[in-house]
């Protein structure tokens, strides 16, 4: 997005990996069906082809908005590479931007269009920025830093529609105010693809429902990624995550299986983004907290925050601190109950408090 790497640069192997591996990668193709019992999948060309296991990670498509006029040319989601050219082009100096959405898409555009120059305005249908992932205390915190750099956040904005004026998009609210943008990035969220597994029968809820293994309701069909909503071993109940760690880790679990080598998906939610010169990290994805420890202020450049349940370690953020990030999953998993003053002690490293925990 900043234009400081090129797309190649991200791809996991060179495309002429894939025929060295004796591996059959078909671009440009798409499946229109599979059928469970037959053990065919049918592709548009109309060509069928077998197969003994069958893994669906057709990801999810960005969620749109559906007010008036969000089919405006000026008006954009990103989701994949070819988003990137229609995007890049406004983000040069003295051009308006729009991020509708306080997520890690609208906070992560917001950080490269006020670096590249930009009037950036980040409006937020809720009451606070990342609010499904983040305690408010830390929302605020990571705000304050957007705000240093001129970003400006609406929050509890309700759009009403999208008007052209003069070829820019004028986003307009419900309670009378509007920006006018050369460029609206919509970042609300996405929706799991599960066109093709619904039309097999195969039981969908919110994504693809598969257990620890990855395995779905129809037999040798497997889902991994952000299509699927998996049973969480670490977590206790199932959620659908969207995040490359989850569906590498995944993959990495459904492979073995069909390897004969099975072994349950573990993991731990684990997501990170940067934003400017900042690294921010989430472990854990609790439902419930009553309490968030901070190690080091809000304002440095640097912290730990811990978020506790009855005195137990659930989840942790850390703004570039990723040193935290491995001592405070294993605290989660083990379900560590510490003293909170102890937590609070900067002078007593993450990593040893952990293991004299797990040595206790």
Known sequence: MSGKAIPESTYIRPLAHYAEAGIDLR?????????????????????TLAYENLVLATGMQPRLLTVPGADHPRV?????????????????????????GAGFIGLEIAAV??????????????????????????SAALVDRHEKHGVAFRFNAAIESIE?????????????DSYVADLVIVGIGGTPDCQLAEAAGITCDNGICVDAEGRTSAPSV???????????LALGRTIRLESWQNAQNQAIAVGKHIAGMPEPY??????????????????????????????????????TAIYLDAGRIV??????NARDIRPLRQMILDRVVVDPA????????????QKLQAAQ
Not at 30 to 44: C, E, M, N, Q, Y
Not at 222 to 232: K, L, T
């Open 27 to 47: 671009l440009g193709q798409r499946v229109t069906s599979f059928d469970p019992g037959a053990k065919t999948v049918t592709l548009g060309t109309g060509e």
């Open 76 to 100: 954009r989601t990103l989701r994949s590479m070819r988003d990137l050219a229609p995007i890049r082009q406004w983000l040069k100096p003295g051009h308006s931007v729009v991020c509708v």
């Open 113 to 138: 269009a006020a670096r590249s120059g930009c009037v950036v305005t980040v409006l937020e249908a809720g009451p606070v920025a990342m609010g499904r992932v983040v305690a408010p205390e830390v």
């Open 164 to 176: 052209d004026r003069n070829s820019s998009a004028e986003v307009r609210l419900a309670n009378g």
């Open 222 to 232: 497997y889902a991994a990624g952000d299509v699927c909503r998996q049973f969480s």
């Open 266 to 303: 573990r993991d731990l939610p684990w997501f990170w983004t940067d934003q400017y010169d900042d690294n921010f990290q989430i472990i854990g994805a609790p439902e419930r907290w009553d309490r968030v420890i901070w190690r080091g202020s809000p304002n440095d450049e640097k912290w």
């Open 315 to 320: 989840a942790g953020n850390t703004l570039n």
């Open 342 to 353: 102890i937590l609070q002690d900067t002078q007593m490293p993450l990593v040893k408090l």
